[in-house]
């Protein structure tokens, strides 16, 4: 029988991770025209419940499908030089002001062309689909021009139609200085503001904006400007903040209501309560602490004592955090972050959806659309706790069974 959006879908027996919890027992889930119709613990479930559905799956745990809130996935080119000199001691900074780093990757991507960087990108974002992944942000950031930035939009947008996933863009002008405008860093943000961003609103090619705050980077104040241009726009509002330093930058994106601080390692407490306050989340991205051998500890004990919500992301980019392994993200988060596994996994769906402004997504409830994941472990805890590719036995992206792909799916 073909799987189409109006499928009725049974899954019996399934240990069930709603997106903030594991719930205390084995739960049949149903899904109707692409949302979760019912969840019914096993012990009151009726085989009457189950006509017209048909089943696809028992046993095994069963999570919403995974949300990679931060991502730069489209970009040409490779780091690993980079990689090499850093281990030789060099900083992300040092790299950095010697024309390096993000520049290098904006060389190659400005010089690719819109097919060129979806079929480069295509890979990477398989490989978050194959790990789980149903929702997934990417930004831009590697143009540094109208041009190349919307190119870089335009194939985001191209990778949502080309493969089962759900793609938010991130238009992310402001996170380096290109060469056009050194020593003219007011001059760029007056670009960003006054060109890119209006464009990419108009084109419908963003649903957010961000900026790398930093002092190889935007200065607070600049990055303001940007706010308020993406506040003009509607567009939602993300920072990348505190990664190197303290610049106050997750507090003057709470100030403009930012759905997200991301890194965050030189956060202070009173970054964290104007988080709490203001409803930011802070997104953590424990691949580019692992790839930079950052020492520097987000403040997670404050970030729980102020309940401020943590999400999780891969950061997948050249520089940074080479990964797109979303279930190896979870396990850095515990042992570099000694977050709990159920932290982790709520990071990676309720609070990354949070993080994006769709809090529907990222939950197993009534009436939230069906993205799900059933995978071949017995406790939601094993996923952040083993190191294993291959455990998703199914993925399931808007009611539609779309992994294994061209696998009928399993029946019990
Ligand atoms: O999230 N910090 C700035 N931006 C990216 C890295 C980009 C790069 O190095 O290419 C990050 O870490
Ligand atoms: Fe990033």
Redesign the pocket.
Known sequence: MPNTPSSSLLWRDVCVFDGLQVLPTPMAVQVRAGRIVALTPMAAFTDAQAIGYREVGCGGVMTPGLVDC?T?LV?AGS?AEEFEQRLEGAS?ADI?RAGG??L??VRATRAASEEQLLAQALPRLQALLADGVTSVEI?S??GLNLADELKMLRVARRLGETLPVRVVTTL?GA??LPPEFTDDADGYIALVCNEMIPAAAAEGLADAVDV?C?HI?FSPAQCERVFQAAQRHGLGIKV?AE??SNQGASALGARYGALSA??IEFLDEAGVQAMAAAGTVATL?PG?FHT?RETQLPPIALLRRHGVPMALAS?A?????PICFPTLLLNLACTLFRLTPREALAGMTAHAAQALGLPELGRIAVGAPADLCLWAIQQPAELAYAVQPGRLRQRVFNGIISHPSGVSAHEC
Do not use: C, V, W
């Open positions: 931060h730069h970009f780091r992300y950095a780093g993000i290098s990757t930004k950031g590697y992310l996170h380096a790398f930093e980077a990348h990664q190197l991301d890194h991205l580019a930079l950061d980019n050249p520089g940074t955090s």
